[in-house]
């Protein structure tokens, strides 16, 4: 079965500009969380959406957002840019919030605030 | 708060030679414990997991031991290959942490033929 599909892969925005990124989470899973990785400050957690509803948010500025939509494809929003959010951004989908569950990741989109 | 520690890397070894990468948490209870690996220019793979403890993960060679008295998931591989290169990761999904999962710093493991 089709894998989770991230777009665009690659994004060039300038200072103050705002981005929004696209999951399409693996058929039948209903949980997407986002990750944004930096070679500073590794992988860090953005936030996690299960059922449309926010289940989990890390500590990142309210410039950050995101939602999911009935058919579980998940988008997140970085408005008024800045240099420092040129990372890979990870989306990760789940069948469930179980303990055991296994995440799947798409291969990322690179963002580069220039 | 849960937290994940790696060893630094980055690690260059020898193909064939013995692996071992630290990894020790903190977290309240008990944790379900994963290793993923990222390929250059790719996400991030499921390696092998462990969700109580003593149990034993394994894939492809990779092996870590889920061990409760010292907070630990060390992965191990007897034999590594060129294709073995590529970053691990360590990570932890916490009791009430959904589908949220806690990442180590990464370790950068490089295989020289």
């Known amino acids: 079965k089709a894998g989770v599909t991230q777009t665009p892969r690659y994004l060039i925005k300038t200072r103050g500009q705002q981005v929004t990124l696209s999951c399409s989470p693996i058929s039948g899973h209903r949980s997407v969380s986002w990750y944004q990785q930096t070679p500073g400050q590794g992988l860090q957690f953005l936030f996690e959406?299960?059922?449309?509803?926010?289940?989990n948010k890390g500590n990142f500025p309210g410039r950050f957002s995101g939602r999911q939509f009935s058919n579980s494809r998940s988008e997140m929003n970085v408005s008024t840019l800045e240099l420092g959010d040129s990372a890979l951004y990870l989306c990760a989908s789940s069948y469930d919030r179980s303990l055991n569950t296994e995440a799947f990741f798409g291969q990322g989109t690179r963002l580069t605030v220039v | 708060g849960n937290s994940v520690t790696q060893m630094e890397g980055p690690v260059t070894l020898s193909e064939e030679a013995f692996l071992t990468i630290n990894c020790t948490y903190t977290a309240t209870g008990y944790p379900s414990l994963f290793w993923y690996v990222q390929y250059p220019g790719e996400g991030l793979q499921l390696l092998l997991k462990?969700?109580?403890?003593?149990d034993k993960g394994s894939n492809k060679g990779f092996e870590a031991t889920y061990r409760k008295e010292t907070t630990s998931f060390h992965l191990e591989k007897g034999s590594v290959q060129v294709s073995d290169s590529a970053v691990y990761f360590c990570a932890l999904s916490g009791e009430t942490s959904g589908s949220r999962l806690t990442f180590g710093e990464g370790t950068q493991l490089t295989v020289n033929p």
């Open positions: 462990a969700t109580k403890a003593d």
């Open positions: 959406y299960f059922s449309e509803t926010q289940r």
